[in-house]
């Protein structure tokens, strides 16, 4: 049952990188390959979970 909850926790801590990097460091543009590696690994649990949790 906690395995469901990981990917929410890792989403939520990656959301709030971005907002650290975007609203304190305010350096996002030189992490833009982290940034769409992230966006992309997100996309793909949210793509993985739905057809999951259709079925």
Do not use: A, C, E
Request: net charge positive.
């Amino acid at each position: 049952m906690l395995r469901i909850y990981i990917p929410i926790l890792l989403l939520i801590i990656f959301i709030g990188w971005v907002l650290y990097r975007l609203l304190i460091k305010k350096d996002l543009k030189q992490h833009l390959n982290s940034l769409y590696l992230g966006l992309t690994f997100t996309g793909v649990w949210i793509l993985i979970y739905f057809l999951l949790l259709k079925v």
